[in-house]
């Protein structure tokens, strides 16, 4: 996992109660008014959730920041590529803070510059590389966006992933692509090419720490989809035992799952789709429904809280918060807005201005696509 050295917190947060740090979130947010603008990602918990001005996923926070243009300070109660992807799109009089510099997330750590760049090299001696179209997930950072930007892909979220990779193999402002370098989540690869008529013979695993990926050179070069041997620690946890159980004791349940848990589990789900999906799919169910979800907990249990009529339940029994996305809590969300009014900003996000360049050629082309 990226270090990123968030400095500790003055004691007066960390010693603060409950009703103490509430107050002074309240006081700070009221003093600096529409100067700021708090976003809070799905996966939040809700002591931070309750004090967020808009609450969605990443890409479409980040728009909604871009939106408020009042806004000087853009606090993202989310993780690092998060806060990244707002400093890109926001303009330049706006600053994006992330309260806790640790947030970072597991699975876009799992994909790095230097590797997808050794891939790239890789492939480009054993195929024609102009036939090859880099795909990356939302959940990865700035660079890799860039990088996808300058090779002639895209970026693509959890709802788009079908119409980005089906755009990336029909593309018709390059070569005719024959496959699809995609990266950081295999699973999120790997069930929309089976959604899209594709069988697990097109498919293959990249390993960054091997060579070639750990395939041989016909692999390499036949294999429509090329998958980055990464994942989301949370959602790989779901397994099909998990939905057997809910089955046995809710026979008539309903069971959702994201895109990120595993083929063997999203194929035995009734719905599979983002996180927005999820909540429509929860808010449309009918009234009685029991709901397993496969997701993390945070949003589970404030989608029961807020659909009292229905029963909405992890398929984990264990659990599964996002240990990274937990980081973000009231003592890091007051320091950050006391440290605005006081006139200091602290752990601001930025990225650099050909990153940021490239990063919104691949965003504008998800976009143009979807």
């Not at 996923?57 to 806060?83: N, P, W």
Request: negative net charge.
């Amino acid at each position: 996992m990226m270090l990123r050295l968030q400095s500790p917190l003055p004691e007066r947060y960390l010693e603060a109660s409950d009703d103490e740090l509430a107050e002074w979130i309240g006081n700070a947010k009221a003093a600096l008014g529409e100067r700021v603008f708090i976003l809070g990602h799905h996966y939040q918990r809700d002591e931070v959730m309750r004090w967020a001005d808009a609450r969605g996923d990443s890409f479409r926070l980040s728009v909604l920041a871009k939106e408020r243009t009042q806004a000087d300070y853009i606090v993202f109660c989310g993780v690092h590529f998060m806060a990244e992807a707002a400093d890109i799109l926001t303009g330049d009089h706006q600053q994006v803070i992330l309260p806790d510099l640790n947030a970072g997330c597991s699975m876009a750590d799992m994909a790095d510059i230097d590797s997808v760049e050794e891939a790239w090299e890789s492939l480009a001696e054993v195929t024609d590389i102009e036939s090859v179209v880099p795909i990356t997930y939302m959940n990865s950072a700035a660079n890799l966006k860039a990088f996808v930007g300058r090779h002639g892909g895209a970026v693509c979220t959890s709802t788009n992933a079908r119409a980005v990779l089906e755009w990336a193999l029909r593309r018709e402002d390059g070569p005719r692509a024959r496959q699809v370098l995609f990266f950081p989540d295999q699973h999120l690869g790997r069930n929309t090419g089976y959604a899209m008529g594709f069988t697990e013979d097109d498919m293959a695993v990249w390993n960054p720490r091997l060579d070639l990926g750990g395939l041989d050179e016909v692999t390499a070069k036949e294999s429509t989809f090329l998958l980055w041997k990464g994942h989301c620690s949370v959602h790989q946890r779901f397994r099909p035992e998990h939905v057997e159980q809910f089955r046995a004791e809710h026979p008539d349940g309903i069971v959702v799952a994201h895109p990120e848990c595993s083929h063997e589990v999203c194929s035995l789900a009734d719905h599979v789709g983002s996180t927005d999906f999820i909540i429509r799919t929860v808010e449309a169910a009918p009234s009685g429904s029991v709901i397993g979800v496969g997701t993390e907990i945070h949003l589970v249990q404030r989608l029961d809280d807020e659909t009292p009529d229905k029963t909405v339940v992890s398929l984990d029994p264990l659990v599964c918060p996002c240990s990274t996305m937990f980081r973000i809590d009231a003592q890091h969300l007051a320091w950050v807005l006391e440290s605005l009014v006081e006139g200091r900003v602290p752990n601001r996000i930025t990225v650099d201005p050909d990153t940021a360049h490239w990063a919104r050629v691949a965003l504008e082309r998800m976009l143009a696509i979807t």
